[in-house]
């Protein structure tokens, strides 16, 4: 089925451990997005993409690590699991032309313990 | 720097009309977006205003003042399913920041 689909949908972790949640899209959108979601912070963006091997830090990239081999996939990695980022995690797609309105998958609840 | 913001909370009765602002300070403008969030759900799109002025979708209309840095969300003839957090973002070159987002709270 076409959109965009995120992966687990739940996570456990304990503080230390490498996690990645990934995102696949099949709009082949250029634009991909991954935005943290706290209680009080509202979304908040972690890093983008505008295209295939091209990221930039967004508003709060500290201790995650993105790539994008492929236009349709954008994987997150905490490189090692802190309690602080446990959190509601969406990815989203927009095409460059247009409005360019964000879709977001379904989110990803992450929690370290 | 980019800042956004947003009443935190507001309640309405079903039926009214309620009006959301939003202010934002960015150091790029590509277009305002207005999102609508249900608990335990994604964000949906509801409006893009680029030009100043009102742009109407049923009972959803959003304005934009890019002088003022401003732009509101009304909903009309609200209903209980209104009940949800709306959030306000803008767009700087390729990436979208939002605020915080405005948690309304529909009565009866």
């Known amino acids: 089925d076409a959109g965009i689909t995120q992966s687990p949908r739940y996570k456990i972790t304990e503080t230390g451990r490498q996690v990645t949640l990934m995102c696949h899209q099949t709009w082949s959108h250029s634009y991909m997005f991954w935005y943290r979601q706290d209680l009080g912070h509202g979304l908040r963006l972690i890093y983008y993409?505008?295209?295939?091997?091209?990221?930039d830090k967004g508003e709060v990239p500290d201790g995650y690590v993105v790539s994008r081999s492929k236009t349709e996939n954008f994987p997150l990695t905490l490189e090692s699991a802190t309690r602080s980022q446990t959190s509601v995690y969406f990815c989203?797609?927009?095409?460059?032309?247009?409005?360019?309105?964000?879709?977001f998958g379904e989110g990803s609840r992450l929690t370290v313990l | 720097g980019q800042n956004i913001d947003q009443p935190t909370e507001m309640t309405a009765t079903e039926g009214a009309i309620v009006q959301i602002n939003c202010t934002y300070q960015?150091?790029?403008?590509?277009?305002l977006f207005w999102y609508q969030q249900h608990a335990g759900e994604a964000p949906t799109f509801l409006s893009y205003?680029?030009?100043?002025g009102l742009e109407e979708k049923g009972r959803f209309s959003s304005f934009l003042s890019r002088s003022k840095g401003y732009s509101y969300l009304l909903l009309k003839e609200l209903q209980m399913k209104d009940s949800a957090s709306y959030l306000c973002a803008v767009r700087d070159t390729g990436k979208l920041i939002f605020g915080q987002g405005t948690t309304l709270q529909v009565k009866p």
């Open positions: 205003n680029v030009l100043d």
């Open positions: 993409s505008a295209a295939a091997d091209i990221t």
């Open positions: 989203a797609s927009s095409e460059i032309t247009g409005p360019g309105e964000l879709f």
């Open positions: 960015t150091s790029g403008f590509n277009g």
